[in-house]
């Protein structure tokens, strides 16, 4: 059983869809979600963890750090290595919204944790 709201953090270039790859992005919009209303909290910078053909572990850190109190992430897209460092904060990487509006893929997420359907 999960206690609603839940904070997500959403990568988004331009506020409207999950359009951004976690490496790259420099904020991270903070939402509580029920499965009936979003609300978007604050937005939290960050410094951008890929750098072409190698990373910033430093940015990682600080990404972790903005993130871990929230219940997911959602980004267009993440590596593997990113996903496993998020995912032993305890935060899920979630990508399967990609290009999405921000609202909805977050409401249905929110709706599919209450049925059941989603794992926490």
Known sequence: MINFPIKLAVASKEGMA???????????????????????????????YCLGQHSDQSAMAGILETIKDCHAVFVAKIGDGPTAKV???GVRAVSRYAYEAIE??????????ESGEEML
């Open 104 to 113: 909805d893929s977050l409401l249905d997420y929110a709706r599919r944790i």
């Open 18 to 48: 999950i359009s951004e790859h976690f490496g790259h992005a420099k904020q991270f919009r903070i939402y509580a979600a029920t499965p009936d209303r979003c609300e978007l909290l604050e937005t939290r910078e960050v410094s951008h």
């Open 87 to 89: 995912n032993a904060i």
